[in-house]
């Protein structure tokens, strides 16, 4: 069972920059589409992006602000935000898939971002 811990979040102001790490556990991130999403309250949850055999893939709406990476050797994956704005106030969730299957199997408990304005 893949066990997934996110960490990084906080309060920054716009303009700013923070970067959330996803470590995993019992399974290995070089092994899944490793996906981030985000929920904002009274919102439903949002696709950011995910990384799969080195490609990522992006949201429009944070296309060319987030960036994100993967260690292998820490067996970690990183979202990279910039230049945030007030609207990406919203708990962020790490999730995880095999390639084979369309849903998201495991996900972390997620790690607040505050922008202030």
């Known amino acids: 069972q893949m066990q997934l811990v996110e960490s990084g979040g906080g309060l920054v102001q716009a303009g700013g920059s923070l970067r959330l790490s996803c470590t995993a556990s019992?399974?290995?991130?070089?092994?899944?589409?490793m996906g981030w999403f985000r929920q904002a309250p009274g919102k439903e949850r949002e696709f950011v992006g995910h990384?799969?055999?080195?490609?990522?893939y992006y949201a429009d709406s944070i296309k060319g602000r987030f960036t994100i990476t993967r260690d292998n050797g820490k067996n970690t994956v990183y979202l990279q935000m910039n230049s945030l704005k007030p609207e990406d106030t919203a708990l962020y969730y790490c999730?995880?898939?095999?390639?084979?299957?369309?849903?998201?199997?495991?996900w972390g408990q997620g790690t607040q971002v505050t922008v202030s304005s």
């Open positions: 999730a995880a898939r095999l390639p084979s299957r369309q849903q998201y199997n495991y």
């Open positions: 019992g399974g290995t991130v070089s092994s899944y589409v």
């Open positions: 990384i799969w055999t080195g490609r990522q």
